[in-house]
């Protein structure tokens, strides 16, 4: 089965300095990954997507990955931190078999000026 | 190109009552998904429909159903309400291409159901 976890329910970083979120995952068939953003009240927007082509992956609003197949991982960064940054962050995997999306349980980036 | 609606937005109700949410797709987006997120569990998925078939099911109780209509768009029901169903209920939707599953899958707002 697939899954993914999220290190660290909250982090903070100063305005300007790097964001550093973590995300490992595990799955016996090359997984596809994807990070999310979520703010106050809304749903979620798609940060970025890996899907086998770049290891390293560019989005939206400065953000970018790397899959690292040898660590199991795609942590998210950043860097330098804006107070718009501040929301809670999800990576998940999708299900080859069912195509729906596998969360991890978050991380809430704080912001401080 | 208009987004993701979900209706209601907000929804109080009480334990025993039912509720039906209503998710209409990005236009051309013939899938949609419905997942539960609460602050125990976090995102889960419910279910989901293509061309009016549910094509997946979460693991939820047979209390939670849904549906999709000739033009996308989706309805979730819940009957007989429990306290612990309270939550944000997410409908994502896309377009899904054969042999592909990598396309995105786009979030509406949620609906914020209060069990009370």
């Known amino acids: 089965a697939q899954s993914v976890t999220q290190l660290g329910s909250h982090v903070s970083v100063s305005e300007g300095a790097l964001v550093l979120l973590r995300c490992n995952y595990s799955s016996s068939v090359p997984p596809y990954l994807f990070w999310y953003v979520q703010y106050p009240n809304q749903g979620l927007q798609l940060l970025l997507k890996y899907t086998s082509a770049a290891t390293l992956v560019k989005g939206i609003n400065g953000f970018e990955a790397e899959f690292k197949k040898s660590e199991t991982s795609f942590h998210l960064t950043k860097p330098s931190a804006h107070m718009s940054d501040a929301a809670e962050y999800f990576c998940?995997?999708?299900?080859?078999?069912?195509?729906?999306?596998?969360f991890g349980t978050g991380t809430r980036l704080q912001v401080f000026p | 190109k208009a987004g993701v609606t979900q209706t209601p937005r907000y929804l109080i109700k009480t334990r025993g009552q039912q509720v039906t949410l209503s998710c209409s797709p990005i236009?051309?987006?013939?899938?949609v998904s419905w997942y539960q997120q609460t602050p125990g569990q976090g995102l889960q998925f419910l279910f989901e429909?293509?061309?009016?078939?549910?094509?997946n099911k979460g693991n939820f109780p047979g209390r939670f159903s849904g549906r999709q209509f000739s033009n996308s768009r989706s309805e979730m029901n819940v009957s007989t309400l429990e306290l612990g169903d309270s939550a944000l209920y997410l409908c994502?939707?896309?377009?899904?291409?054969?042999?592909?599953?990598?396309?995105?899958?786009?979030f509406g707002p949620g609906t914020r159901l209060t069990v009370l």
């Open positions: 236009s051309g987006h013939r899938s």
């Open positions: 994502a939707t896309r377009n899904p291409v054969a042999g592909d599953i990598t396309d995105t899958q786009y």
């Open positions: 998940a995997v999708s299900d080859h078999n069912t195509d729906k999306l596998i």
């Open positions: 429909y293509f061309s009016e078939t549910q094509r």
